[in-house]
């Protein structure tokens, strides 16, 4: 029996669902039931019927799926997959700001722990962080952990006080400029895509700025033929499949996720067999940081 059909085997005998980030090596994005980016993740896991959820991404990505599903047993192939930025902001900043602005909204990146997420208002991820923000009420904007996306919205909401973080992507901010120029040069009708995580000097030159799947769209639906893609290099492959005549370039040091790609199909299989590798939250962070991200779900709809 092949690893695939020992998976589809274990899937059924444990009344299992697997989820996969784009990010992760193709083979798992195969056999995934669901593929998409962090906000359709979220809302794919709000509502799934079966026992287990296999989540193949980073640990954040399996913490909200926990949050999202309390009664439901979530595992990961490797709980060493994480997400540097996750961590890059810490609860004493939060309830600082909240002494010093009365008016202020605390906006969470999806790529968040958990803990961060308890003390914030609402989550966001990079496809409907920009609705989300426009839609509160509040004039003071906290925004974390990530910086550049952080500028990104605000560039788009000028109408808001934002006080930023300074936490980043290691992966998209190691995107050089001086290889997407590189690589304009050699394909002057190439389009950039880019992903907001991006800092602001990529950003500037680039065609479109959205999400996983936003570019996944804009590619799909554009009239050109070739593209630049400034986000990690797991997306080349649903690209590729969805737009077999059309060609995409990484830059020469290609952003890659290890975190990601730490992911197998024999880790797969494994914690399907053993159940190990559970996510485990308190009732107590399940019940705080589940409003932030059920406000993400109502808002941006
Ligand atoms: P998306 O929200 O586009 O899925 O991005 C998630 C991520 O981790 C980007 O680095
Ligand atoms: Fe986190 Fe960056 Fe990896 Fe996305 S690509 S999971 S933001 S480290």
Excluded: W
Aim: glycine letters at 4%.
């Amino acid at each position: 029996m092949s690893i695939v059909e020992k998976i589809q085997r274990l899937k059924k005998e444990k009344d299992g669902v697997i989820l996969a980030h784009y990010y992760v090596k193709p083979e798992i994005q195969e056999i995934a039931d669901y593929i998409g980016d962090s906000f359709y993740l979220s809302k794919i896991a709000a509502g799934l019927t079966e026992k287990t959820i296999v989540f193949c991404g980073v640990s954040f990505m399996g913490e909200s799926a926990k949050i999202l599903n309390p009664d439901k047993t979530v595992l990961m192939p490797d709980r060493r997959a994480d997400c540097a930025m996750a961590h890059m902001a810490d609860a004493e900043s939060i309830k600082r700001l909240r002494e010093k602005y009365k008016d202020l909204a605390v906006v969470c990146y999806i790529n968040s722990m958990a803990e961060l997420k308890c003390y914030s208002d609402v989550c966001v991820t990079s496809a409907n962080a920009v609705r989300i923000v426009k839609a509160l009420p509040n004039k003071y904007i906290y925004f974390i952990p990530d910086r550049n996306l952080a500028h990104y919205v605000a560039e788009q909401v000028p109408e808001k006080n934002f006080i930023f973080n300074e936490g980043y992507c290691p992966v998209h901010e190691r995107i050089e400029l001086s290889e997407i120029r590189k690589l304009k040069e050699t394909h002057p009708e190439a389009e950039i895509l880019t992903h907001p995580e991006c800092p602001k000097n990529i950003r500037d030159i680039s065609d479109y700025i959205g999400s996983t799947s936003g570019i996944l769209n804009y590619a799909a639906e554009s009239e050109g033929k070739e593209f630049i893609i400034c986000t990690e290099n797991g997306v080349r492959y649903e690209l590729e499949k969805q737009n077999p005549e059309k060609l995409f370039y990484f830059t020469e040091t290609e952003p890659v996720c290890e975190d990601m790609k730490l992911i197998t199909l024999e880790k797969l299989a494994y914690v399907l067999e053993t159940g190990e590798n559970e996510i485990c939250v308190s009732d107590e962070v399940i019940k705080k940081a589940a409003k932030a991200l059920q406000n993400m779900l109502e808002i941006a709809g």
